[in-house]
């Protein structure tokens, strides 16, 4: 299988993997309690709940997925339209590598400083 195969099946697949995420995401953030409804959704309240292990996992999870979904689907713009040679689809490719590694790994730590 081709690298632009492979690039093609994972943007289908983590768009696919970004909806039940989104919904787990959404629901713990906003929608887990009635505080909801009293307008008393605050920092500690939220705090509470992301410190669960389980929540975290999916929020790191959704994290990961949303941003190798939005390079991946980036670099793919960049090759279809950008009419670039090798080298430059190539150090396209290892920027966009390192600008989602420091953002997986910021955000990472973000659950670590909780």
Known sequence: MSRNAFA???QRITGALLVPLLIAHFWVEHFMSATLMRGDLTYEVILSRISNPWWQAIDISFLLI?????????????????????????????????VGVAWAIWGIMAFHNL
């Open 8 to 10: 093609w099946y994972m």
């Open 66 to 98: 949303a941003l190798y979904h939005g390079l991946n689907g980036f670099y793919g713009i960049v090759l279809d339209y950008g009419k670039i040679g090798s080298r430059a689809a190539t150090a396209t490719l290892v920027l966009l590598v390192a």
